[in-house]
């Protein structure tokens, strides 16, 4: 990995987020605010941007295993440094911290906030914070592989880094196609979602925030309430609907697309998503009918349900004062996720079924010791390399959130506070319990342990390796 | 275009790589995991695993709206298959490696039971690379266009060739009597499309295009061994080794074959009477100089073992054969190859590669300017390639030296009425003529590609 291939990469980022960022300018423009937030973001970007990336141009390296997830860890954090600076120039959010968790919570489609009262934001701001989401749901990479004919680069390990899953599978022969298509489905998707929203009575900035918000599955919401605050039914199970939507493997969209729906269905992934999904509303629709009545606890258990398992993090309730069973239910959801493939975050249903296929199997070996025995999924055996690199996924999250939770404790909350804290931030869903339960927010944490949380969530969002390889010094060594 | 390829081995991946790299889509099917994860992780193509033969693995690659299927795998009845199955599932045209002697006889009947659009030996094919080689016994490649009456020709050049260490421009009035043309020159690894002002040095390998008997005379004028090859040494009696005894004996050479397997000498003595076959240890240096093989115009290494080939062909240069042939597959070995004594190196699977690349090139043009011939020279760096000139074609009779074209690509030769002609300024192209270019760094698919504007 040389330094000016970093450059490059660096440079391009910062290029095309000006370009993102100027959708900010331009409401803001629309809706006659202040522009200097923007104008000056803007300025520091392409100032910084167009001369690493001139300097790095002249590099002919290739991007190699090593280098490409240097290069996903290292555009994140980019991406997320930079994407701070209209919330700095703003002034509303405080410190360069709490800007950065801001910024870092928007991209990695989190959707925790540091502000108590969101309302008093511009609309420019508020899009801004809105529309990270969408840049971070599908991924940065995804978008420069869609648009920037690389075809000489072996670019698959870039993109193996930002789509979420054990494994990740082309659509179709060219990386550069399979990009489009993904990003197809995503826009058509966001804007189906835009028309109902309207035909729900919500007014059209407000619907375009709420959509691409549920596209990225982030939770940034433009009102204190959330979703809460419109008093709309109908635009409640519509949001629900789309959350699910957003959270399946779009690789089966695009096989239902293609004709092949009986394949689609197949997916064993699919399944037990749905299975979980089904079970978590039946419990907690259960456990606060007797507070609600039925209509109500369907619509927030629901509604609940969706965001926590597509780890959007919208609220129609505030369920901090939900039963205890309940909220192991909610923790359960946020560790499961979404699907691979998705733009949701976690752990993925897909890990969980290999774990649980893996125990099934574990279980037999003692029960016949000279078994052979092998991993299925969706009907193909599974390499023990696939299998194993799973294990250790999952080995790896749970010491992050142990490590993540120590020093969050260190604050002095209670034990739900700090551990729903992490738990929310490293699987991207937005609000916890206690302190950081849907009706709060992360303002009252220290600096330490809003930066602890911003790594945990860019380590969440790009599945843990990117982010280490970045403070391992060999990887930066030439060989 | 869509391409499906069957077996991701050397030729497949080979394929692969070139035809990716030229923006087709390309799916590979390979029953090895591991070798799906290379492919996977060094090309932009799309990997499905499972056994190339299967209807359901081929229904998953998408075989029915595949306009090329090549089915490359090491066996012949699964490419046999798969060929079959795919045309069945309405692939367009297939395309087969079929190499087993006992089917070669019979392949035009093969074929058409199979329904397989193109049959491709790579033992074949290189059989006759070696025998091309032959001829010119210094050149380390020789590639043949119109009807073989053009060569391309691939040599080192020594210090006291008269062409050396000044500008082509200063050399070109020698060459006027046998017009032939320099048409690239690799310097120190770096291949580049020659012009007047660039000098060829000492120790660079240079390619020169023309008529094959001005070629020869070149070859004589600067001292160098156009002498017929009269006898010929070979270590490992495999296929390559069969084909091209065959064609020697035919053509009155001597051959002596040391193969290391006693039936697999049997069989060799019963195909081919007239040769002398030893079953021995080809790379046993005490049974070469046994053999006398100092004595011999041309030794040739075509075992199964890369490293023997390349140890024995050098054992054998050093003794004082006069020229030696080795079999290399592994692609980087060649380039190691290339700075040892060796005289030249054949490689069936990139013969079998770039023969097939050349079959999806002239298909892809097939309405536009015709592609003859395609071959990849100087380590792939560069490619010649044949075409005919057609209406479609731009800049019909305008003047060469008013027209301008892309860096890096030469126009060579132009053949009219079947005289080759060298081109100068006042040249121009008509419709009906066959040109040959040459071009590095480039995609050259049609004739109007080679015109910068």
Known sequence: ?479 | MRITIVGGGKVGYTIAENLANEKHDITVVEAKASVIEKINEELDVLCIKGNGASVAVLKEAGVEKTDIFIATTSRDEVNMIACLTAKSLGAKYTIARIRDFDYTDEIDLLTHELKIDLAINPESATAASISRLMRFPDAADVETFYHGRIELVGFRAHDDDFFTERSLGAVGERLTNEPVLFCAVEHKGITSIPNGSTVIHSGDKVYMIGATENISKFFAKIGRNTRKVKNVFIIGGGRVATYLSKQLIKAGTDVKIIEQNYDTCVSLTEMLPSAIIISGDGTDQNLLDLENVSKYDCFLSLTGRDEDNIIAALYAKQQGAKNAIAKVNRQNYLRIVDSLEIDSIVSPKLITAYGIIRTVRGMLNSHGSQMLSLYKIADGEAEAMEFVVSRSTKHLGTPLKDIRMRPGVLLALIIRNGVPIIPEGMDCLKAGDNIIVVSKGHQILDINDIYDD
């Open chain 1, 1 to 479: 990995m040389s330094f000016q291939i970093a450059g490059k990469t660096a440079g391009s980022i910062m290029i095309l987020e000006a370009a993102c960022m100027s959708t900010g300018l331009l409401m803001s423009i629309i809706y006659g605010e202040d522009l200097r937030p923007f104008l000056y973001s803007i300025g520091i970007l392409l100032l910084l941007g167009l001369p690493l990336y001139k300097i790095g141009k002249r590099s002919k390296d290739k991007y190699s295993v090593k280098g490409g997830f240097i290069t996903v860890g290292l555009t994140w954090l980019v991406l997320s440094a930079f994407g701070a600076l209209p919330f700095l120039f703003d002034g509303h959010f405080g410190n360069y911290i709490n800007c950065f968790f801001e910024a870092v919570s928007g991209f990695t489609t989190t959707g925790s906030t540091v502000l108590s009262d969101i309302e008093p934001l511009s609309k420019g701001m508020l899009w801004w914070r809105s529309f990270t989401h969408f840049i971070g749901g599908m991924g940065v990479l995804v978008l420069v592989n869609a648009i920037l004919p690389t075809a000489k680069d072996k670019s698959h390990h870039l993109l193996k880094a930002e789509i979420p899953g054990p494994t990740s599978d082309k659509l179709v022969p060219k990386l550069s196609d399979t990009s489009k298509i993904l990003y197809g489905m995503y826009i058509a998707l966001t804007l189906i979602m835009v028309l109902c929203l309207l035909l729900s009575g919500i007014g059209l900035y407000d619907a375009l925030n709420i959509s691409v918000a549920t596209a990225g599955t982030g939770g940034f919401a433009v009102k204190n309430l959330s979703i809460a605050g419109y008093y709309n039914i109908a635009a409640e199970y519509i949001i629900s609907i789309f959350m699910f939507l957003f959270s399946i493997n779009f690789a089966l969209y695009f096989l239902m697309l293609t004709g092949k729906v009986k394949q689609a269905l197949k997916s064993e992934e699919l399944h037990f998503f749905l299975g979980l999904v089904f079970a978590a509303i039946l419990v907690i629709t259960i456990k606060i009918t007797n507070i609600y009545g039925l209509a109500d606890a369907f619509r927030y258990a629901l509604f609940t349900v969706a965001s926590v398992v597509s780890t959007t993090g919208f609220s129609n309730i505030d369920y901090n004062n939900w039963p205890a069973l309940c909220e192991v239910v909610i923790i359960i959801l946020m560790l499961c996720g979404a699907c691979a493939g998705s733009t949701g975050g976690g752990v993925k249903s897909a890990r969980l079924v290999i774990l649980f296929k893996t125990l099934r199997q574990e279980v037999a070996q003692y029960i016949h010791p000279r078994a052979v025995n092998v991993v299925r999924y969706d009907g193909k055996v599974l390499q023990e390399k696939t299998v194993n690199s799973v294990l250790r996924f999952f080995f790896i999250y749970t010491v992050i959130v142990f490590s993540a939770l120590l020093l969050v404790s260190l604050d002095g909350f209670d034990f739900r506070t700090n551990f729903s804290a992490v738990m929310t931030c490293i699987n991207n869903v937005g609000p916890g319990f206690g302190a950081v339960g849907p009706a709060e927010n992360f303002s009252a944490l220290s600096g330490l342990s809003k930066i602890v949380l911003s790594f945990s969530m860019l380590i969440g969002r790009l599945e843990i390796y990117p982010i280490i390889i970045l403070f391992t010094p060999s990887a930066w060594r030439k060989d």
